[in-house]
């Protein structure tokens, strides 16, 4: 045999690849089956995955795309089931505060925000007595920490604490923000207010 011949494939090359019409290795030539980039005789019908030939499943695009289906009603909008829409930006405003006053005004910030608006939404209602609950709670926390700082252990203790509230409010405040309906871990929280 001669180098470059049909039996054995070229340098660079390996066995049944980039020879279109021959078979890959160690598989027989179909009969009546053209190979990979050859057309087919007139009258077969081309195989699956040639290129030019178009999708073989003869389906093509379905119609109606980017439309909801019929029969399903608007899209509801984001929230606890049994909650109003969306929160406006005015309310966001105020969960927001609820949370980020207590930087300043401490266990009064979410009290005011809870006893103003608990009436009016429930998104300014719930993110008020989430930032209650954790005022509450890490005011007990506190507590403990300093009771505990005779035997040490409150003063790791006392600074635990105040990093997971600073974390908490953090995110909670982010969260609210966003329109989103944040639940502070009940650990650093205890659900008293609702």
């Known amino acids: 045999m001669t180098y470059g011949t049909p039996e054995q494939p070229g340098y660079g090359q390996q066995p049944g690849y980039g020879q279109p019409g021959q078979p890959g290795y160690g598989q027989q030539p179909v009969p009546g089956q053209p190979g990979y980039g050859q057309t087919p005789d007139y009258g077969q019908t081309p195989g699956y995955g040639q290129p030019g030939y178009g999708d073989p ?4 695009a379905q119609p109606g795309y980017g439309q909801a289906a019929p029969g399903y009603g608007p899209v509801q909008p984001y929230g606890p089931p049994g ?3 969306v929160p ?4 966001r405003n105020w969960a927001m505060l609820s949370h980020l006053g207590q930087f300043i005004f401490g266990l009064f910030a979410p009290l005011i925000a ?9 998104f300014v209602r719930f993110h008020a007595a989430q930032g209650l609950n954790l005022a509450i709670t890490q005011t007990v926390y506190t507590v403990i920490s300093v009771v505990l700082m005779l035997v040490l252990i409150g003063f790791i203790m006392i600074i635990a604490v105040f990093i997971a509230w ?3 409010l953090v995110i909670a405040a982010m969260a609210a923000n966003r329109g989103e309906w944040y639940r502070i871990p009940s650990f650093l929280a205890w659900p008293m207010v609702h």
């Not at 499943?57 to 093509?60: A, I, M, T, V």
């Not at 406006?88 to 309310?91: L, V």
């Open 83 to 85: 909650h109003g829409g």
């Open 114 to 122: 809870y006893l103003i608006k608990k009436d009016e939404s429930p």
């Open 166 to 168: 600073l974390v908490m």
């Open 57 to 60: 499943s003869g389906y093509g």
């Open 88 to 91: 406006t930006p005015d309310e």
